[in-house]
């Protein structure tokens, strides 16, 4: 797949800013998975540059985290934090960006559609959030949901809607080569 300049550098600039909004981390005394704004700014960053660039970015960005670069939660980093109990989260970030940006990309960028779209993407990463710690720790499936999913299940909800109505909103007031889809 062939990206052009304008939008790796897009990419680049925006997997930076999902390292940096990573860093806002609260961790809750119940659960294992800390509340980032990662979720958000995944959402938000596919709603404005759509599939194949959003998607891009999330990749650039776990690449700088395998690599050591501290820009995951808390300043995590490295193939430990890819692979440990919360590395699905991060995992289904690249599969939040396919599917949230397929949405988008096969229908109109309209509030409606972005919130959609943002609501079903947040729900794959707390989906492999879930898979993923039920196998790697060996907890039952109902634990790792309890643990991983119904915390932050409502956060997840105005996280993604917010990424959806700010997204639409500043893809509305970007040049048309900005978000022209990648071929």
């Known amino acids: 797949m062939r990206i052009p300049l304008r939008q790796q550098i897009l990419a680049a600039i925006f997997a930076a800013v999902i390292g940096i909004l990573s860093q806002l981390v609260i961790t809750l005394p119940f659960t294992i998975v800390p509340f980032t704004l990662q979720t958000f700014i995944i959402g938000l960053t596919v709603t404005i540059l759509g599939t194949k660039t959003g998607?891009?970015?999330?990749?650039?960005?776990?690449?700088?985290?395998?690599?050591?670069?501290?820009?995951?939660?808390?300043?995590?980093?490295g193939i430990g934090a890819l692979l440990g109990p919360t590395g699905g989260f991060l995992i289904g970030f690249i599969f939040n960006g396919l599917v949230t940006g397929t949405i988008i990309d096969k229908t109109k960028r309209n509030y409606v559609w972005a919130s959609l779209a943002n609501l079903a993407g947040a729900a794959v990463v707390l989906l492999f959030g879930a898979i993923w710690m039920h196998f790697g720790t060996g907890t039952s499936f109902s634990a790792a949901l309890n643990a991983a999913v119904l915390p932050f299940i409502l956060p997840g909800i105005i996280k993604a809607l917010a990424a959806a109505v700010i997204g639409v909103t500043i893809a509305q007031r970007l040049p048309q080569r900005f978000l022209t889809p990648v071929k």
């Open 55 to 77: 998607t891009w970015a999330i990749v650039m960005y776990l690449f700088l985290g395998l690599i050591g670069i501290p820009v995951f939660a808390g300043g995590a980093s």
